[in-house]
């Protein structure tokens, strides 16, 4: 009598289980020319969170870098050369 009743909830919980055991289709990606996109995790400056990013994408040229860090530094230079120590007061 209980047959017709455990049977589909038997089947229902197979069905159920055995579609999560499935694993999952891993699709490499390409660009335009069919290479294969690499990946990397960058930690930008200040952060904590990686970013991932494409490698060819993270690539910078380091005369760029290097230029843009001898501003920083004139910068601070600058701003620490106009402030006057106080003598006291408000």
């Known amino acids: 009598m209980n047959l017709p009743r455990t ?3 038997s089947f229902l919980l197979v069905v159920t289980l055995t579609s999560c055991a499935a694993p999952t289709k891993v699709s490499e990606e390409k660009d335009a020319n069919g290479k294969k996109i690499e990946y990397v995790y960058y930690t930008p400056t200040g952060s904590n ?3 991932r990013v494409r490698k060819d994408q993270l690539v910078t040229p380091d005369s760029e870098t290097d230029a843009d860090q ?4 004139d ?9 006057s120590p106080s003598t006291g007061g408000r």
């Open 7 to 9: 049977l589909p909830a």
């Open 49 to 51: 969170l990686p970013i």
């Open 70 to 73: 001898k501003a920083l530094l």
């Open 75 to 83: 910068l601070q230079r600058e701003s620490a050369a106009d402030k």
